[in-house]
């Protein structure tokens, strides 16, 4: 399986160079008779796209979607889904002397020693630039997410760097461009990012995401886990480098008695499972948090080698996000939406779409679940 | 593609119940040409297997492997690889009083709503006893990485509930039962486990695992990174609920000049990447740590409710490990090997074996590579 | 995906050499609930097994079957199925004089130089004794498709080399040790294979293969189609050199007013699309041909190499089948059956189980489908 | 895996309606390095594109392929190419009147069972329009396989419809809108079509295939044979009922004496094995032929049924092939490199790319290889 294909039935097959003509991807494995058109794709792009505020990369893109297949007269046929995200604003000068040199932190060298060759333009396929394909597809995934199961799909930030950023509303997140679900400390967090900038340095973020309306039994033991996928997914997200379920690390230090949640007829009275058990959803909220590194593209010099091993100073001058977690948001709403999909339909493969062959027990109301984003 | 397998090209294909007949797996896509033989599956075995110490389940199984097909005169041809162990101590009767009853925090409720149907004996598919076939399998991948590459796979537990084991050395791992690289600290280890045990309760753990000697470049982008590979793998083990890379979280607060590896012609001088940039390995240590969380069968009595959704008390009498984090440092050794021999063979399929149709520039020493399993 | 596993949701995974300790496979994917046992499996493997007359090998193997996990009190538990077949009678001293020659026809030569080893013990893992493997996995199938949707398949012998079998009623296959749909045809069989047997020589045979009450819709365009699907199980079988679906061949000197089939509302008029258009059922009987080649193993001599590139001259004494087509058609229906219940499973998946949402027109009744099982 | 994906190391996922807005793949997993640019590709599309005699459809479309990605400064980057066609001549209105019916032998009533809706333009996802984009992803194939080993992949017609071609040379092929390796025929078969076309009449056609050049060892057994996938590719061709390795359906009247290739030192002595044996290449040609059914879009009329399931005469008035089969040929051809681009990255991820672990017996020189396209 390549590794530009996420997914085993509802699959996105991915393409694109930061400064190549275009990016994009088909979307294939879809339910037939989805209503989808580029209006519920774009409204995901937009939250996404770069230049939205003084805080993310100046680069203009438009990021405009166009469907090339699979939906015919507004439905979707159950064929191919082909999106095709046209770049343009590639100014590759910007990008001009990191031709020959590798910028710390960043994949240039790696890229280089895996191929033999590389695009160097602006990061070329280990761009950031490509996440925007995983918002297109995820915008399909959530919209057919929502309408069959009422399932529903959000992220925010819950770390700036050393600000951390209490849970308030998810009404709030929309309302800021950090995505935080907490209006209150927005003036902290710009300010915080006014002197990041000012100082040509750059931060990491913690995001929380959320699935609330999940059933009881998506997922696959043993190696195809639901919560396995998830991280797979997240940790696929560029510059994650660490993900959670529910307690996460916090599961380290508690005992038996305080992480495994309690169930009653009225449902389950704490979720430090995150929604998941033995890989597979429990029905209540689905809960990942992920760790993003500081941008590796930084105004300031640092040490480095140039292409045939002679030290240099390297210091990046492209246009690029001082905090890469802020864009990430709707991102991680995206993966999440992607997996949660697959393993719907991968569910109904195998067990079928409503269970009529096999009593069930009542299923438990989520009255008891955890309301915030994440357990900690 | 099925749950029950693990890997692209280097497949482990699981099966088996805790208390059925058997349990083994089939592993697919081996290099010809490898000495192996049963002891050298069953040396690793024994690292896992219970009822070695007093700290872990007192279940008497041997784990003996026998090795069905796949191995010619003392060599890999190439062919399917079946690995059988029989299950010796099924105590069904112990699981009696769950079968119609959910234990907070297990897989038992999940299981059944998923399929309608379960084995309850000892967990059934849930076990953590489907691990041993992990460790069976990542002997032969192990072994192969360590002939073919000389890549040395090693890992230990980092802390054991709210006590953290400092990094002292690799050498002081195998000596004592917590596989903790610090023998000063193992009576508090024992004083800590003795008292939990008698307490009834379970707790959790952390544990870093490092592979040394991985060659720079392996690693598929965009969505089948290394890391991403790796987080899937290690959140596919039983009890895990989070997974870093490198810095993990710590990434969160961290500006891009502290995180950013800077490189120079003798290497690079930290290793916050964790040896994968871009998805790629970068020649450097490979780190990865993983939270545990406390066991979910318990003797102390929680709230639960029973098939028909009526309440009820349930506590669990059956052999369990107090702390399951214990023995999960082979298993994560074996996961971390099984996704690096499949991305050994990914990048030898595209790039070719040995490089010699494009220039290279000179690999990097890791003379400056992070010492410590983790850098925290 | 490896070599070794079949099928994309419903898989089977198969191990063992002929002469080695045992064969057998993994199963993953099986709906849940299914009820099934070893005798279940074992009434299909007795239709296979060797030595059930004087026309095929004598080798002495009770095909013994035994389910090591995934069921449980009798039904499916969702879980891998794992099977196992212990080698009763390895007689490998038959052998020892191809280790170092290469049989005219047989796969010897190919493994040796793809591997660099290859265990030639009665052919090892090219041995057609694999094929119980498909047998086994196959019941399970059938048993599935049959209870849910009254899915019948069979398979007859259409030709033993040069003898045309024509067909007369499937209720005359079990009757003789040919699977020859016509009764009247066995004695000029018995006295073919009689006079072939004593010339020391091998024959070629054609099997026909039918699933009757497959639903209209199953298949996935454009490269995974349905017959796409049967040709590669099909080629897959050992000894197999060709497929056809529906008209086959024949088609090539069609006209289109004479291949295309008319439909009315009392169903199709004809069947030479073999159930299969545009790679989707339509709800017609799925009809398949295959060609299996002679058997490369004879008494006679003939001119080959040995290790070294020297001339040498081969014979084989090993007990054979001197047709291997007759033991083919239990293993072609298995295959079809693999083919089929993977296909569900994946409409399932992207279509759901009951259409619901999207109007439906009549189903075609198979009145006027085609009754023969192939349309020469 | 999605069914509108080929292969598993290199593969092609592919997008698109005969009247959408375009259509097109993503090539993963192509060895970087390999230079390649839009006239490469040109070259093969022009060989298989509408309205280059009056024997094919009048369509007119230049099928111009743009390269949105993974190629820069001339080569491969490792990372995914996207090809794009844009369709030009999409005369809509010609099909309306079958948006309720369904062409007798089409796949209009399968897709519409299956999905529930179709885009019926010119038969939408089924149109044979989709073949370009397998031509175009197989002329990078087809250049790294030439470029890296040597292999030539050629192709011809046999037979068009009742007229056999009997092979003179490749060198005719290219010389003649009907891929007939035989200049002398061609009025004949000139005459043929002149006639079929006058009559609305469509006609099947015979297609041969060979690979010289391939190395021994490529192929995975036993279920991913390098003949299953091999069929698999060719049944997956749109309208191809049929497919053979060597002998094919002659294999069946064959002795073993006759049938097995002898092997002397300086080589096979014949080729019945079409280059394949136990599913693993012998060094020899590679030799396949398909089966192509008759056009099922006719302007005679034929009976058919409406959607609301009521009978109606249908005729069909849209421009298509009255022999697909002529234009199958560069298609053919594009699948056997697509196939064997794909084993030749999986053998080298298993086996290694150049083999230095084990010894070799030498190689047999292809000498006595047989030098028609098919043994027949």
Chains 1, 2, 3, 4 share one sequence.
């Not at 770069?50 to 007269?73: A, N």
């Not at 500081?294 to 246009?319: C, F, K, Q, Y």
Request: one cysteine or more.
């Amino acid at each position: 399986m390549s590794g530009n294909t996420l997914g085993t039935l509802f699959t996105v097959t991915s393409f694109g160079e930061s400064h190549g003509p275009a990016i994009g991807c088909i979307v294939d494995g879809c339910p037939p008779g989805l209503a989808i058109c580029e209006a519920d794709i774009q409204a995901e792009l937009d939250r996404r796209k770069p230049g939205t505020s003084r805080h993310v990369t100046q680069r203009r893109e438009p990021d405009t979607v166009e469907i090339l297949s699979g939906v015919f007269e507004g439905v979707t046929t159950g064929t191919p889904i082909s999106l095709l995200i046209r770049n343009q604003d590639q100014r590759s000068k910007d990008y001009g002397n990191i031709a020959d040199t590798f910028r710390p932190g960043h994949a240039d060298y790696a890229y280089l020693q895996k191929y033999g060759v590389r695009d160097h333009r602006g990061g070329g396929r280990s761009s950031a630039r490509e996440t925007a394909v995983r918002v297109a597809a995820g915008a399909i995934a959530k919209k057919w997410l929502k309408e069959r199961h009422g399932i529903v799909i959000r992220a925010c930030m819950s770390a700036l760097g050393p600000v951390q950023i209490p849970f308030v509303s998810w009404d709030e997140v929309d309302g800021n461009p950090f995505f935080a679900p907490n209006a209150a400390i927005v003036p902290e967090l710009e300010a915080y990012m006014d002197a990041l900038r000012k100082s040509g340095d750059s931060i990491g973020a913690r995001i929380d995401v959320v699935a609330s309306g999940v059933p009881v039994g998506w997922g696959e033991p043993v190696y195809g886990r639901l919560d396995a996928d998830i991280a797979y997914a997240m940790m696929g997200i560029n510059a994650v480098k660490g993900v959670e379920i529910g307690a996460g690390f916090s599961a380290v230090a508690q005992r038996g008695t305080e992480h495994g949640d309690e169930m009653t007829p009225a449902g389950f009275l704490s979720n430090h499972a995150g929604g998941v058990l033995g890989g597979i959803s429990t029905g209540q909220d689905i809960l990942a948090s992920i760790a993003i590194k500081p941008t590796s593209s930084l105004r300031l010099e640092r040490r480095s080698i140039d292409r045939a091993g002679n030290p240099v100073m390297v210091a990046t001058e492209g246009r690029h996000d001082p905090c890469v977690g802020i864009r990430a948001t709707p991102i991680a709403e995206s993966m999440l939406a992607l997996v949660l999909i697959d393993h719907a339909l991968r569910h109904r493969a195998q067990c079928g779409d409503v269970r009529t062959d096999t009593p069930r027990i009542p299923a438990l109301a989520p009255e008891g679940s955890q309301r915030l984003p994440s357990p900690r």
